[in-house]
């Protein structure tokens, strides 16, 4: 089974959502979920029932190295 980006987060059916431990406990953070097939789906975990992205494995791996390597750090500051 496919899944395209924008799919209803919610209307996947049989996965199990994962966010991270470091989330803030007021719902401020995306979940993952592994798909049948070997993609990724990722989600605001506000809004469950809204669109999720979806992501190959591939491109998942290069996401999770790149973020492991600190290439993202500087994406939170504010730019004038």
């Given amino acids: 089974m496919r899944f395209e980006n924008g799919v209803a987060g919610d209307s ?4 199990r959502w994962v966010k991270s ?3 803030s406990g007021i ?3 995306v979940e993952v979920a592994a798909l049948p097939g ?3 789906a990722v989600r605001n975990s506000r809004f469950p029932a809204g669109p999720a992205l979806v992501f190959t494995r591939d491109e998942m791996t290069a ?3 790149g973020a492991g390597a600190g290439e993202f750090d500087g994406l ?3 730019r004038a």
């Fill in 63 to 65: 996401f999770v190295a």
């Fill in 21 to 23: 431990s470091a989330s």
């Fill in 27 to 29: 719902g401020n953070c």
């Fill in 76 to 78: 939170h500051e504010v």
């Fill in 38 to 40: 070997g993609d990724f």
């Fill in 12 to 15: 996947i059916p049989a996965v």
